[in-house]
């Protein structure tokens, strides 16, 4: 079945520094793509998406492009701030929206 | 994408006794999905709620622990009963937002004391 692995945290950087979290996953055919994030105290919000290989998703800064060479979504962003801290869950679907599954998550803390 | 409206946003409960979590969403939707998420842990599907039909259950989940109810495309509940400490967990409803993936309410944050 499909599955999603992610690194662990917590990860812990400092203002300014520069953030990957990384993301793998099992699945057949062509599956979507998501990140999402969940700030203290939230539920989730999606952060961006990818539908196709070499797609690269973006939204306040973060990007992370679909490779399907390596089955892999990494997230990235240049500079993070103290208010990017969260819990980062990368995740996937069927072409069809079906089989949603997420990956463990990664708590991200920013320090000033 | 849809909105999703999710209430209460936090209990804090007796052990023993039942809570409904009410999940209202802008637009009609076929399939509603309910999560749980217990401390530290990434989400768990507990089912699938379709308007018309019987909720579809996760392995590890059953009807009468958990009974949901989806009375029309726009609205569902899911009850947690006769709780104990080990279902202190956020709870959260889900909808399936086409090309946006899946959207969701800001979910329930229950403590069993």
């Known amino acids: 079945g499909n599955s999603v692995t992610q690194m662990e945290g917590p990860v812990t950087l400092s203002e300014e520094a520069f953030l990957t979290i990384n993301c793998t996953y099992t699945?057949?055919?062509?599956?979507?793509l998501f990140w999402y994030v969940q700030y203290p105290g939230e539920g989730l919000q999606l952060l961006l998406k990818a539908t196709k290989a070499d797609d690269k998703g973006s939204n306040k800064g973060f990007e992370a492009t679909y490779r399907k060479e390596t089955t892999s979504f990494h997230l990235e962003k240049g500079s993070v701030q103290v208010s990017d801290s969260a819990v980062y869950f990368c995740a996937l679907s069927d072409r069809d929206g079906q089989n949603f599954v997420f990956g463990p998550g990664t708590r991200l803390s920013v320090l000033p | 994408s849809a909105v999703i409206s999710q209430k209460p946003s936090r209990d804090i409960c007796q052990r023993g006794t039942s809570l409904t979590i009410q999940c209202q969403v802008d637009?009609?939707?076929?399939?509603m999905f309910w999560y749980r998420q217990q401390p530290g842990q990434s989400l768990t599907l507990i089912a699938t709620?379709?308007?018309?039909?019987?909720?579809?259950?996760e392995s590890g989940f059953v009807i009468d622990k958990f009974p949901i109810s989806r009375p029309n495309l726009t609205f569902s509940t899911l009850t947690v009963s006769n709780m104990s400490p080990e279902d202190s967990s956020i709870y959260l409803c889900?909808?399936?937002?086409?090309?946006?993936?899946?959207?969701f309410g800001s979910g329930t944050r229950l403590t069993v004391v």
């Open positions: 699945a057949t055919g062509y599956p979507s």
């Open positions: 889900s909808v399936v937002g086409g090309n946006y993936g899946y959207t």
């Open positions: 637009s009609q939707v076929t399939m």
């Open positions: 709620a379709n308007q018309g039909s019987e909720a579809t259950y």
